[in-house]
C-alpha cells in the first residue's frame, strides 16, 4: 500500500477517538518511529511503498491506538526535557507541567551557587518513576550527587535504563515512603551508583544517614473524585499506585514527606513538590503548620496551581 492511501485509511479508523490534529501526529510519529519518513518525506513522495511487514507493525500500532492507548506507551518511549526516555505501564508518561518544575529547581540551584564556593549539591527525588527529574537534573547539575526513590520495582528498572540511556549516574532506592521514618542506606555502599536496595532501617548497621540539599517530589495527588476529569486513555492505561489518593487523606504524601524534608533537609536547604491543582491553598497551609517559611506557590502553563518551593526553616 503507498503511504498516502494508508494515511487515509488510518485518518479514517481514528476519526470517531481524536481530533484531526492528534490523527496527524500520531501518523508521522509513527511513519517516522517505524519507516524513518519525515513530513516532508511523506509530501514529497506520497506514492512510496510500504512493504507488508511494516503494513502489519502500523496495523497492530493502530488498533492499540483505537483502544485509546498511549502513543508512548505504543513506542515505548517519549521525551523529556529534551532528552530521550524509555516508558511502560508500570511508570507515568511525563508531563509537561513537570518539565516547568525541573526549570524552577535549576533556576533555584543557579541562584543558590552564583558566586559561591560551595559542596556539590546532594538532591533526592521521591516518586522517581521514569526517572525523569533526577535524570534530566543530572544531565544539567553534572557535580551533583542524586538520590531517587520508588516503591515500585519494576519502574526501578525503567528508572535505571533511563539513567544508562542517558548517561548519568543516579543512586536508586526501593522503599514505600509512607511507612519510611528516616532515610537511611548501607554505609559501604554510599559511593555506588545505580544499585538494587531498600532504604533500611536504623537498627541495622552500619548504616549512614542520607541529608539532602534540595528534595523534590511529584506524588500522587489525584482525588478519587476527580477521575471524571481524568481521560480514558489515562485511566485505562496509566499506573493508578503513581496517581490516586483518597478523596479522605488527599495530602498524605505531602505531609509525610515534609516530615521527611525537616529531618533530611540541610540547613536552607529546599523542598519542592509538583501538586494538585485544587489543593495549592491546603498544601500552603500544611507546610506552614510544620514550621516551613517563605513558601512559594505557582502555576503552570495552563494556570493552574502547580507547584510549590519552600525553605526549611532554621533555628
Known amino acids: 500500500m503507498i ?5 487515509i485509511d488510518f485518518t479514517q479508523q481514528l476519526s470517531t477517538i481524536y ?3 492528534e490523527i496527524d501526529s500520531f501518523f508521522f510519529i509513527l511513519m517516522d518511529e517505524y519507516l524513518h519518513l519525515k513530513r516532508i518525506d511523506i509530501t514529497l513522495n506520497p506514492d512510496f511503498e510500504i512493504d507488508n511487514t511494516n503494513i502489519f507493525i502500523l496495523n497492530t500500532a493502530l488498533q492499540r491506538l483505537k483502544n485509546e492507548e498511549p502513543i508512548q506507551y505504543i513506542l515505548g518511549n517519549t521525551e523529556f526535557y529534551g532528552y530521550p526516555f524509555l516508558v511502560d505501564k508500570n511508570t507515568l508518561i511525563p508531563r509537561p507541567e513537570t518539565e516547568e518544575l525541573v526549570e524552577w529547581i535549576l533556576d533555584e540551584t543557579a541562584k543558590l551557587q552564583k558566586g559561591k564556593e560551595l559542596n556539590p549539591l546532594r538532591i533526592l527525588d521521591i ?3 521514569t526517572g525523569c527529574i533526577p535524570i534530566s537534573l543530572a544531565k544539567n547539575l553534572p557535580t551533583a550527587t542524586i ?4 516503591i515500585s520495582a519494576d519502574a526501578l528498572k525503567i528508572a ?3 539513567a544508562t540511556l542517558n548517561h548519568v549516574e543516579i543512586t536508586f532506592l526501593q522503599a514505600d515512603i509512607l511507612k519510611t521514618d528516616s532515610l537511611e542506606a548501607p554505609a559501604n555502599k554510599m559511593k555506588q551508583s545505580n544499585f538494587d536496595t531498600q532504604i533500611i532501617s536504623s537498627e541495622t548497621n552500619p548504616t549512614k544517614k542520607l541529608n539532602f540539599d534540595i528534595i523534590i517530589s511529584n506524588p500522587p495527588y489525584v482525588r478519587e473524585l476527580e477521575k471524571a476529569e481524568i481521560h480514558h486513555n489515562v485511566l485505562q492505561n496509566e499506573p493508578h499506585l503513581a496517581l490516586f489518593v483518597s478523596d479522605e487523606n488527599p495530602l498524605i504524601f505531602y505531609n509525610k514527606i515534609a516530615d521527611l524534608a525537616k529531618k533530611h533537609l540541610t540547613k536552607n536547604g529546599i523542598l519542592f513538590f509538583e501538586i494538585n491543582q485544587y489543593l495549592g491553598n491546603e498544601t500552603v497551609k500544611m507546610l506552614k503548620e510544620k514550621g516551613f517559611k517563605n513558601i512559594e506557590l505557582r502555576k503552570d502553563l495552563f494556570g493552574n496551581d502547580r507547584m510549590i ?3 526549611k526553616k532554621t533555628s
Open 309 to 311: 518551593k519552600v525553605l
Open 127 to 129: 516518586g522517581t518513576g
Open 19 to 21: 481530533p484531526k490534529t
Open 160 to 162: 535505571k535504563k533511563n
Open 3 to 7: 503511504v498516502k492511501n494508508y494515511r
Open 147 to 150: 538520590f531517587a526513590i520508588d
